[in-house]
C-alpha cells in the first residue's frame, strides 16, 4: 500500500466555481453552500483519493486559489512545487476559458521543470442553456495542452469528483514511472 501527496493547484477566474467545486468533492457529493466568500489568497484542502484496482491512495493537497488579479502576487507564491493544475472556467463565461492560457501559463512558470499534469474543467453546465463555450472547443484545448476534459455542476453535484480522480490517477501514474525508472537503473 502507498500513500502518495500531490499539491494540486486550482486555478481560473473569479466566480468559475472553484471553492463549490472543492467542497462539494469534499463532501463526496453530499454537499453544496449556497453562499460563498470572495477567495482573497488561498485556501488549502486536503482530500485522500483511492486508485481504483490498487491499495494505493493519493492525498490531494487542493490550493483553491483566488481568481481576483489583485490577489495574484500572494496567489503566485504559493503555487510553488505543484504536482497537478485543475482548470475550471464556467461554461457561460468566455472570457473566463480564454484566461485558462493564462492561469496555465502562470502555474507552468512556477513549476519546477515547467509542466504540470492537469485537468480543464467547465463548471455550471446546470446552466447549459446559456452556455458560450461549446463542449469540443474546450475539449479540444485541452488535449492541445495535453489535459483531460470534464464538464461539471458544482450546484448540482453532478462530475465533480471525477476531474479529482483523472488528476490522483495522473500523479499516481507518474510516481510508477519514476520507480519504474529508478528500479531499472539500479
Known amino acids: 500500500m502507498v500513500k502518495l501527496r500531490a499539491k494540486c493547484l486550482l486555478a481560473g477566474d473569479s466566480t468559475v466555481g472553484k471553492s463549490a467545486l472543492v467542497q462539494v468533492f469534499r463532501s463526496e457529493s453530499a ?9 482573497t489568497g488561498v485556501d488549502i484542502f486536503v ?11 493519493v492525498e490531494l493537497f487542493l490550493f483553491d486559489s483566488s481568481g481576483k488579479e489583485i490577489f495574484y502576487d500572494s496567489v503566485e507564491s504559493q503555487w510553488e512545487l505543484a504536482g497537478a493544475i485543475c482548470l475550471v472556467y464556467d461554461i457561460t463565461n468566455a472570457t473566463s476559458f480564454s484566461s485558462c492560457t493564462k492561469w496555465l501559463e502562470r502555474a507552468q512558470a512556477q513549476a519546477p521543470n515547467g509542466q504540470l499534469p492537469g ?60 520507480l519504474e525508472h529508478i528500479q531499472c537503473v539500479v
Not at 482530500?47 to 491512495?57: A, E, Q
Open 31 to 39: 454537499h453544496f453552500l449556497k453562499n460563498y466568500t470572495l477567495t
Open 47 to 57: 482530500n485522500p483519493v483511492l486508485i481504483p484496482d490498487t491499495s494505493d491512495s
Open 119 to 178: 485537468v480543464l474543467v467547465g463548471n455550471k453546465m446546470d446552466l447549459a442553456s446559456r452556455r458560450i463555450v461549446e463542449y469540443k472547443q474546450a475539449e479540444d484545448w485541452a488535449a492541445s495542452q495535453g489535459m483531460e476534459y470534464f464538464e461539471t455542476s458544482a450546484k448540482e453535484m453532478e462530475n465533480c469528483d471525477s476531474p479529482f480522480l483523472s488528476l490522483a490517477k495522473a500523479f499516481h501514474r507518474m510516481y510508477e514511472e519514476k
